[in-house]
């Protein structure tokens, strides 16, 4: 798509949300309940795409939600949201989950996942997304030309079905 938009950088998106698990973050097992974190990851892709769109988004869909590891009451649990690509009236976002090690801030990724979210008007209808995306590094880069591939992958599971 040739772009005519102004531009915002990755980086004007970025979002991060640090939790301390409670025990109401819990499950019977005695780790981070997985729906907890699902809520933290919207929220943090919600509040990225809304950075940069400058409007109201919903979730239209999330994949590639994987849980590496645990974690356990009294962790600090840090979540990092980026938009890693624009479309007409969709954002891709990535959220990676980290815990961090209290004495030596060590983060360890426990989590990433990737959101598509869309930019909508009063009416709960897509509306055009007025700023494109700046890539400026070589990591940056290469979400933007792997999202291009996870996108078709969408569409070509939603077509099948799935
Ligand atoms: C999200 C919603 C507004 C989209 O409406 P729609 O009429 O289906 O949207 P469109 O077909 O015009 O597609 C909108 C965008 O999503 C993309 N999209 C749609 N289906 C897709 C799929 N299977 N894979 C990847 N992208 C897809 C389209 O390509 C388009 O992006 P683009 O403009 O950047 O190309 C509508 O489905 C909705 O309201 N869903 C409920 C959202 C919600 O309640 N979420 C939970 C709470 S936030």
């Known amino acids: 798509m040739a772009?005519?938009?102004?531009?915002?950088?990755?980086s004007d998106?970025?979002?991060e949300i640090t939790k301390l698990?409670?025990?109401r973050d819990i499950n019977g097992q005695d780790r981070l309940f997985g729906g907890r974190l699902m809520e933290w990851i919207d929220e943090a892709a919600g509040v990225a795409a809304m950075r940069h769109c400058g409007g109201n988004?919903?979730?239209?869909?999330?994949?590639?939600?994987?849980?590496?590891k645990g974690?356990?009451?009294?962790?600090?649990?840090?979540?990092?949201?980026?938009?890693?690509?624009?479309?007409?009236?969709?954002?891709?976002?990535?959220v990676d989950t980290?815990?961090?090690?209290?004495?030596?801030?060590?983060r360890t990724a426990i989590n990433h996942a990737y959101l598509t979210l869309v930019h909508i008007d009063d009416n709960g209808k897509p509306a055009p997304?007025?700023?494109?995306?700046?890539?400026e590094t070589l990591n940056e880069r290469a979400e933007w030309e792997g999202a291009k591939k996870r996108i078709a992958i969408r569409k070509q599971r939603s077509m099948e079905g799935f």
Not at 129 to 135: E, H, K, S, V
């Open 98 to 106: 980290y815990a961090e090690e209290k004495s030596t801030g060590t």
């Open 13 to 15: 998106s970025l979002t």
């Open 71 to 94: 974690a356990y009451i009294n962790d600090i649990v840090v979540l990092i949201a980026k938009v890693t690509y624009v479309g007409n009236t969709s954002m891709e976002v990535r």
């Open 21 to 23: 698990l409670h025990y």
């Open 3 to 10: 772009e005519n938009r102004k531009l915002k950088k990755c």
């Open 129 to 135: 997304i007025q700023y494109g995306l700046m890539t």
């Open 57 to 68: 988004c919903v979730t239209l869909m999330v994949d590639s939600l994987k849980f590496k």
